[in-house]
Nanobody, 123 residues
Framework: VQLQASGGGLVQAGESVRLSCAASGFRLGDYGIGWFRQAPGKEREGVSYIRSGHGTYYTDSVKGRFTISRDTAKNTVYLQMNSLRPEDTAVYYC??????????????????WGQGTLVTVSS
């Protein structure tokens, strides 16, 4: 069972990046998938979540800029990040779990974690 996050890099403010979270050993569609990020010196925070069925959720700071989606055939979840800001700089992690409503961004609700991919946004 493995999650592989990829797609990070160095971009300028205002540019876009698409992160991928590919699963092996299990079906992503059977789980809720969360994207989290951790900036230097800060706590890890939830960014976006997609339910195993329908439904997507975003933390307020990324609403309207980030879009989470799932490609069942590729067993991959994506995080399209547009209009990036320097404060979006962080290591981004994807995770699979079955969080209860109201706890979608609670790390302990997730069973499997990817290794993280660094996104750096320069001003």
């Amino acid at each position: 069972v493995q999650l592989q996050a990829s797609g990070g890099g160095l971009v300028q403010a205002g540019e876009s990046v698409r992160l991928s979270c590919a699963a092996s050993g299990f079906r992503l569609g059977d789980y809720g998938i969360g994207w989290f990020r951790q900036a230097p010196g800060k706590e890890r925070e939830g960014v976006s979540y997609i339910r195993s069925g329908h439904g997507t959720y975003y933390t307020d700071s990324v609403k309207g800029r980030f879009t989470i989606s799932r490609d069942t055939a590729k067993n991959t979840v994506y995080l399209q990040m547009n209009s990036l800001r320097p404060e979006d700089t962080a290591v981004y992690y994807c995770a699979a779990g079955r969080p209860v409503s109201g706890a979608r961004f609670t790390s302990s609700m997730y069973y499997y974690w990817g290794q993280g991919t660094l996104v750096t946004v320069s001003s």
